[in-house]
């Protein structure tokens, strides 16, 4: 027997590397949610993981003007999912960030810009995974819960 999760509804998006296409994509998880009886938290949970990731690959995965695409595959169940974004931006594993409890001891004034996005979709998913293969960022999310 094996522990592999047996998901029952997969499904596949291609997001043009625009901020508008969130709503699509927090559509998408509202629906599958809704048809899976999710509580309502974690769909928002899962949405904020999502837009935080696909938010940094508008905004810094392609150079300004650029048309690119975010792939999007999105298996889930009533007790866990996986989504996996993929795009063919600039390399970048945002795993290898530096601590962001680091940040939150510095004074306001000397913090960076950003770095705390990350720290808070590790918060929300069991699990978070980087890679980098065939010309593409692959980040993998995994999230288990109690069906609502």
Not at 22 to 36: A, F, I, K, P, S
Request: glycine share 8%.
């Amino acid at each position: 027997m094996s522990n592999a999760p047996q998901y029952t509804i997969g499904r596949s998006l291609r997001l043009r590397n625009e901020l508008e296409e969130l709503q699509r994509l927090n559509e998408e998880l509202e629906e599958v949610g809704r048809t899976l009886g999710w509580a309502p938290r974690s769909v928002l949970d899962l949405s904020l993981a999502c837009e935080e990731l696909v938010v940094n690959i508008v905004n810094y995965g392609y150079p300004v003007g650029s048309e690119g695409i975010i792939e999007v595959e999105l298996r889930a169940s009533e007790e866990e999912v996986e989504i996996a974004l993929g795009d063919h931006g600039k390399p970048f594993d945002p795993l290898r960030t530096a601590d962001p409890l680091d940040l939150l001891e510095m004074d306001v004034e000397d913090r960076p810009i950003g770095g705390l996005g990350i720290f808070f979709v590790k918060r929300l998913m069991d699990e978070v995974e980087y890679e980098y293969a065939g010309g593409m960022n692959r980040l993998r999310l995994r999230k288990k819960w109690s069906k609502a």
